[in-house]
């Protein structure tokens, strides 16, 4: 799964229109919530709505990339 350590922002048409592709892989469940330094309440609320739906990485048992990591 992807992390970013700033808003990642995808443009529409307008320049004054922007979409937080963060926010949009949460809400998905293409994406992990991880709270390094700065803390989201909407994105931490947008994960815990895509566990509770059991949306994409949700629908199975997922293993955070650090643990798989560390276990390998």
Avoid: H
């Avoid at 320049?15 to 309440?41: H, R, T």
Wanted: glycine share 2%; hydrophobic share 35%.
């Amino acid at each position: 799964m992807f992390k970013y350590s700033a808003p990642t922002y995808l443009t529409k048409f307008e320049p004054s229109c922007y979409e937080d592709v963060n926010l949009i892989m949460i809400q998905k469940g293409m994406a992990w919530y991880c709270p390094f330094g700065k803390k989201n309440e909407q994105y931490k609320k947008a994960e815990e709505q895509a566990r509770a739906n059991k949306i994409s990485l949700w629908s199975q048992k997922a293993i955070a990339p650090r643990k798989f990591r560390k276990n390998k």
